[in-house]
């Protein structure tokens, strides 16, 4: 039985492009590495002041505020005391490396053009792309903050197909939110869910699409 998070692929075959998501598919992260290190200017970070935090971050992932109100406006939410370099320090570095993904962006980007869609704020942005050489391997990008608008919002699809010139049919999406991945099946993209801890099962559907060789069993 087919694992229903691979559900409504297409026959294996047609993938010409690959668009990937960045956070818990390319580069894992933890805000919690944020927030302790927030907390060294402003006292222990409380539950309440995250869910301050949140629509907050959303509003700047979604590019409806620009990096100076963020900080601006997160630093009087929380009382923050140190300097905006201070707090961006401490806000961006919340990222690892997926290293078996990193590996097999090593191996699709010599068989089909590879792209990223990812909801994303600037701050973010900047610093994974001067941090982790794996973005070198992408052609082009869709972000949030830049698009003006969220995944799964129908038109940040919309947006990434044209911009990056793709049939949405032909065109593979990953991402490891279940939302995300059906709102690119409803704008015609073929899609899979990602999970960091099931990357073995991921590689399997990959291989039944076409996208990568079945790995050879052991003798």
């Known amino acids: 039985m087919l694992d229903s998070r691979f559900e409504g692929l297409q026959i294996a075959g047609m993938i010409k492009a690959i668009i990937f998501d960045i956070g818990n598919v390319l580069l894992k992260f933890d805000y919690q590495i944020a927030f302790k290190a927030i907390a060294a200017y402003t006292g222990e970070i409380s539950p309440a002041l995250i869910s301050l935090l949140e629509p907050l971050n959303r509003d700047f992932e979604a590019g409806a505020i620009n990096r100076g109100e963020f900080v601006r406006r997160v630093g009087e939410a929380i009382e923050f005391g140190g300097t905006e370099p201070e707090f961006v320090a401490a806000w961006e570095a919340i990222f690892v490396e997926n290293k078996p993904m990193k590996e097999l962006v090593g191996q699709l980007r010599e068989r089909y053009p590879l792209y990223l869609l990812s909801n994303i704020g600037e701050i973010h942005h900047e610093y994974i792309f ?65 999970d960091a801890n099931a990357h073995e099962e991921f590689l399997k559907e990959l291989a039944r699409l076409g996208v990568v060789e079945a790995a050879v069993p052991a003798a």
């Open 130 to 194: 001067r941090t982790f050489p794996v973005f070198e391997s992408f052609a082009d990008g869709v972000f949030s903050y830049l698009a003006g608008c969220l995944k799964p919002d129908p038109e940040i699809y919309e947006i990434a197909a044209r911009q990056f010139g793709v049939e949405p049919g032909e065109t593979l999406f990953m991402d490891d939110m279940p939302a995300n991945v059906e709102g690119a099946r409803r704008a015609g993209f073929q899609a899979v869910l990602y």
